[in-house]
C-alpha cells in the first residue's frame, strides 16, 4: 500500500475493470497532475468500487444475480479467493484514497475548500465501502510514508473515523470557498449537493453500526430532491463509458450471470407466490425495468438483467441500459434511511409518515427510467395507513407487531430499491439475527457470507494484514453477536 500507482485518465467513463487495467504504470516515477484532473481520476476509480465487481459478487451473495458459468458460476457457490478482490482493493486505496490525498494537498496551497471537501467526501466513500465488506480494513497509517506495513484499524474505528472525516468535509463544503467545474463528474463543482451527499453518507455509516437515531439527524440534512442524488454518468461510446453491468451481461462476460430464480424476482414478478404487490402496491413496471423475462432473454436461457437501451416492442429501457447512470449515493436512499432510522428510533408514526413520503415519490414514477410513465407497464405506491399494519392487514399477512410489520416493510423496500448495489449485501447481513429482514437461502451448503477476503496481493505485501486472513464466512465485527 505504499507504492504509488500512476491512474491519470481519459476524460470520460471507461467501461467496467478496463478503467483501471495496465495503467499502474512505472511505479517509481509517478505522473504529477492537476487536482482536477485527479479529481475524475478518483472518481472514475470510485465508481468501479460501487458499480462493478465487487457489487456482482455482493450481488450474487444477496439475491440480486445468478452465477452461471466461468468464474460466475465459482462465485456463486462462494468459491473465491483474495485474488478475486485484489483489483479492486487497489481501486480503493490507490485509485481513491490516494489521489485524495494528493487532491487535498495541491487544494490547500489554493484555499479551494470546496475541492478539499469533496476529495475527503470521496475517501468516506471508498474507505466506508471497504469497512463494510471487509470488516477492519487501514485507515489512520494508509498513504504515509512513515509506515511501510498500513495497521489494519478496527472496523469500528474505522467508521468512527470515517465520521469524523465526513465532520471535516462537511466543514469544507459549508465555507463556499473554491471552485470545481467540468472536472466533477458527479456533480459539476456543486457544492451544495456535496454538502447533502456528505450527510447521507454520514447517515449511510450510521445504519451499517446500527446508531439510528444519529441516522436519523443526518438523513434530516441529507440528499433532498432526485436531482441531487450521486449517481454514476454513462453513456453509448463502446469500450468507453457504457454502464458497466450493460458491458457485462451484454458483451464481455455475455451468459456468465444473470437473475434466473434470484430472490427478488419472487418479490417483484406479480405471478410469483411471494409477489410483494398488494391492494395499495403494483410492482410491475420496477419488476420490468429491473429484468427482461426468461421468455424474452437475450443471453442466456434465464431472467436477465435488463440491458434494453432503447423502447423495442413491449420491452423498456432497462436499469442495465448502456447509459444508464449507475446509482451510489441517492435520495432513495435518503428517504429509506429516514423511514428505518425513524422507526426504530421514534417509534411507528414517524416511520410510517417517512416510507409513505418514499411512497408518493415512487408513484410519480421514482427512479424508474421516464419510459415507465404512461406505459403497458403499471405502478401504484398508494400510501400506507395505520391498519394495513395491524395482524391480518395488506403489508402485516404474518401477524406481526404493528412496528415490526412496518420495519420489514421498509427493510424489504430498502432490499427491493438497492438492486445491484452493495448496500443490499451490508443491509442483509446487519439484520440478519433480527426476526425481521431479508432471509435468504444459502446458494450452496447451509451457510452465507459474511464479507469479501483481503485483495491477494496485501495479504502476501502487508505484514498487518489479520493472519489468519478471515474467509467469508466470519461476521465483521459489527456483525458479530
Known sequence: MKRIFSFIFLIG??????????????????????????LTSAQLANITIHEAHVARIGGMWSGYFTGVDRQYADIQVYNVNGSSFSQIWQNIYYGVFQQANLIEAKS??????????????LKAHAVGAAAAGWGDVPLSEVANDEFDNPAFDAQTDVYNGLQTLLDEAILELESEIGSVGVADIYYGGDGGKWLEAAYTLKARLYIETREYELAYMAAVDGISSSNNSMTAPHGSTVGANENTLYTFVARSRAGDMNSSNAHITTLLDPNSSSYRGNAKTDETARYNYY?????????????????????????????????????????????????????RSQGFDAGLEHLNTYR???????????????????????????????????????????????????LEERYVTFFGQLLGFNDIRRTRNESIGIKIQPNSGET??????????????????????????????????
Open 13 to 38: 467513463l471507461l467501461a467496467c475493470e478496463t478503467i483501471v487495467e495496465d495503467l499502474n504504470n512505472d511505479p517509481n516515477n509517478p505522473t504529477d497532475a492537476s487536482a482536477t484532473l485527479l
Open 108 to 121: 490547500i496551497e489554493v484555499n479551494n475548500r470546496l475541492m478539499v471537501g469533496i476529495a475527503k467526501v
Open 448 to 481: 452465507l457470507p459474511e464479507r469479501f477476503i483481503y485483495g491477494q496481493e496485501e495479504i502476501n505485501s502487508n505484514t498487518s494484514t489479520p493472519n489468519p486472513v478471515p474467509d467469508i464466512f466470519t461476521p465483521t465485527p459489527i456483525n458479530t453477536f
Open 360 to 410: 408518493a415519490y415512487l408513484d410519480g414514477g421514482g427512479y424508474l427510467d421516464p419510459t415507465y410513465q404512461n406505459s403497458d407497464f403499471s405502478y401504484m405506491y398508494e400510501p400506507y395507513s395505520i391498519d394495513d399494519f395491524a395482524a391480518g392487514g395488506i403489508a402485516n399477512v404474518d401477524g406481526l407487531p404493528e412496528e415490526q410489520a412496518l420495519l420489514q416493510e421498509i
Open 291 to 343: 429484468f427482461i423475462t426468461e421468455e424474452n432473454a437475450r443471453f442466456t436461457a434465464g431472467t436477465e438483467p435488463n440491458t434494453y437501451s432503447t423502447s423495442v416492442g413491449d420491452s423498456l429501457r432497462g436499469f442495465a441500459s448502456q447509459d444508464q447512470s449507475f446509482p451510489l449515493i441517492t435520495y432513495s436512499e435518503n428517504l429509506l434511511t429516514l423511514a428505518e432510522a425513524a422507526t
